[in-house]
């Protein structure tokens, strides 16, 4: 569970381990100074805003259905990318589907990176079993997102 | 309805939208516990700013707790 400052760098995390994920499983080499993946066999992301008026989309039902095909496809063999979990609408509401969907994709076994702004997410992530916290630090003079380790 | 606060029904439309009944109820069971624990429908609506991991573990662990 991915959190801290906006513009922080959250999102370039996730997308940088899908591209490093989908290279690995393409004999590319990946750009780090060291790297060991495993081979997945989905990279299942639901990243970005895909609000449609000509496919009948708002925010949220996008991110819903996309998270609905994520999780009929998901193994515990896939890699699943999850930008702002929750989000598009009321907090709480967003909040508890989060950790709803989560304990699901807990249950299958694959591996999550989600970003969130939720606390509940958060609090979630430092009490359930096999969740991790990591956040993007911010740095107060720089008013930016300072990333270490 | 001017002059009145929307709620946003996240979990309903979720449900339309084809969600496992399984997760609904889990996400509804989470909203509902979180509205009873922290003061109705008024705290749910103005919600206070609360420390992570303040409740956690509060009733004895697993995801109700959050």
Redesign the interface.
């Known amino acids: 569970m991915i959190s801290g400052p906006n513009t922080g760098g959250k999102t370039v995390a996730l997308k940088t381990i899908g591209l490093a994920a989908l290279a690995t499983q393409s004999a590319i080499p990946v750009a780090a100074q060291r790297a060991m993946l495993p081979l997945f066999d989905h990279v299942l992301v639901d990243i970005g805003d895909e609000q449609s008026i000509a496919a009948d989309l708002s925010t949220?039902?996008a991110h819903?259905?996309n998270?609905?095909s994520i999780?009929a496809t998901a193994t515990r063999e896939s890699l699943v990318l999850v930008d702002e979990m929750g989000t598009?609408?009321?907090?709480?509401?967003?909040?508890?589907?989060a950790?709803?969907?989560l304990?699901?994709f807990r249950a299958k076994g694959c591996l999550v990176l989600a970003t969130t702004h939720h606390?509940?997410?958060?609090?979630?992530a430092?009490?359930?079993e096999g969740v991790l916290n990591g956040a993007v630090e911010f740095d107060d003079v720089n008013l930016r997102g300072r990333r270490t380790g | 309805m001017v002059g009145v606060p929307g709620?946003?029904?996240?979990?309903a439309?979720?449900r339309r939208?084809?969600?496992?009944e399984?997760?609904?109820e889990?996400?509804?069971a989470?909203?509902l516990s979180?509205?009873a624990r922290g003061g109705g429908l008024d705290a749910?609506l103005h919600?206070q700013?609360?420390g992570?991991?303040s409740?956690?573990?509060a009733d004895g662990?697993?995801?109700t707790?959050?």
């Open positions: 949220f039902s819903m259905l998270l609905k999780l598009g609408t009321a907090p709480e509401e967003g909040a508890a589907l950790v709803a969907l304990e699901e606390d509940r997410l958060k609090a979630y430092s009490t359930a | 709620g946003s029904s996240g979990i439309i979720a939208l084809g969600l496992s399984e997760i609904i889990r996400a509804r989470l909203l979180r509205i749910y919600p700013p609360r992570v991991g409740h956690a573990k662990g697993g995801a707790c959050v």
